[in-house]
């Protein structure tokens, strides 16, 4: 039954969830963007045998990879199904290869706003059945010990890789895009977010309990452009996901919109019906929860950079992290991914500090 989406092991650790809907904890709950990655020896033992993209596209290595962050820490409270945002470009067709030193790369991207018709969106969620196969695998696996994330890329964040061809600093032709072309944009999006509430339903069906949609690019939009190109369809993603959950008679799972350098429209997010609003580490605790209300469960949000120190300086900095945050709704994470160089001493440290601190 190791393969089946029913009858999965009891929920040991409730942490992650109760927070996302505003229950009381005994502890904060921890968890760490990219905990299953480039840090581990053990992640870096695989990927010296598999390609990236191989990895995430065998169920039993992305499963194997979910697990090495809790068999090496023991304060973990969640565990995030090993897989990349950029799957679902590949699932409409796209060519995406991983370089490396480099990081994805798109041999042809969007270069002109009539490729979007060549776009494959019908039959892309079958494509990426592969990630539910590695989320049911992981959820028998992991038997209980902590709830398993399911996690997307955002429509804007995915159409910036898609169309610069890979990472950009400047993100100058998709903003070329947005000057040029805004009717092509929003068809683009549009179609992004179809299938994104689809594929995050699929994922919810094979097991993922808590859902993540990152908007890793929001730094590269203002206010009013974050309100016209992102917050429309990040709204409709939660929306559709409640809706098609309904629809197929299945439990609600709480979700988390985390948009990276989206901290001049808080508010905006806060209006969009996410349980949990993810923060990088420029937004300082007690003013988010000023603007977000009592209402709505905080993460976030240490600066990567921090786990360079010495395991005492990041446990006291984490400390006060929490307490500023407090007890009630918030998770303790990262502002960002957790970088390929940081010692695995500065994990322990930063995950201990969490639980001590109240």
């Not at 969830?17 to 870096?44: C, S, T």
């Not at 370089?99 to 270069?111: I, T």
């Not at 038997?143 to 400047?170: C, D, H, Q, R």
Request: glycine residues 8%; aromatic residues 8%; hydrophobic residues 40%.
């Amino acid at each position: 039954m190791e393969s089946s989406k029913t009858d999965f092991p009891v929920l040991k650790n409730d942490r992650l969830l109760r927070a996302a809907l505003g229950k009381e904890v005994d502890k904060v709950p921890v968890w760490v963007m990219r905990q299953a990655g480039r840090y581990l020896p053990e992640f870096q033992e695989v990927r010296a045998k598999h390609d990236f993209f191989t990895v995430c596209r065998t169920p039993e290595l992305a499963c194997e990879v979910t697990l090495q962050p809790l068999r090496r820490y023991d304060h973990l409270d969640a565990s995030i199904i090993f897989s990349d945002i950029l799957v679902i470009p590949q699932a409409l067709g796209m060519t995406v290869e991983m370089h490396p030193g480099v990081g994805p790369v798109f041999p042809k991207p969007l270069q002109d706003p009539s490729e979007i018709d060549s776009l494959q969106e019908k039959g892309a969620v079958a494509r990426l059945e592969y990630v539910g196969a590695a989320i049911t695998l992981t959820r028998h696996r992991i038997n209980g010990k902590v709830p398993l994330i399911g996690f997307t890329g955002a429509p804007f964040t995915l159409m910036g890789y898609m169309i610069e061809g890979g990472g950009s600093k400047t993100m100058s032709k998709t903003k070329e895009w947005l000057q040029k072309h805004s009717t092509d944009v929003h068809k683009l999006l549009r179609l992004l977010t179809n299938v994104i509430i689809d594929y995050l339903v699929m994922q919810v069906v094979s097991g993922a309990q808590l859902l993540q949609v990152f908007e890793s690019s929001a730094d590269h939009l203002t206010r009013e452009q974050f309100i016209e190109i992102s917050a429309p369809y990040l709204k409709d993603i939660r929306d559709g996901v409640r809706r098609k959950l309904t629809e197929k008679s299945l439990e609600q799972v709480p979700m988390t919109i985390f948009a990276k350098g989206a901290g001049h429209s808080l508010d905006i997010q806060a209006q969009m019906g996410y349980e949990t609003i993810g923060l990088d580490w420029t937004v300082d605790p007690v003013e988010a929860r000023k603007i977000v209300g009592d209402n709505i469960t905080l993460q976030g949000n240490l600066d990567p950079q921090d786990l360079y120190k010495k395991p005492e300086d990041i446990k006291a900095m984490t400390i006060d992290m929490v307490r500023k945050f407090g007890k009630h709704r918030y998770i303790a994470n990262l502002g960002h991914g957790i970088t390929p160089q940081t010692p695995l001493e500065s994990m322990t440290a930063f995950t201990e500090g969490v639980h001590e601190a109240f």
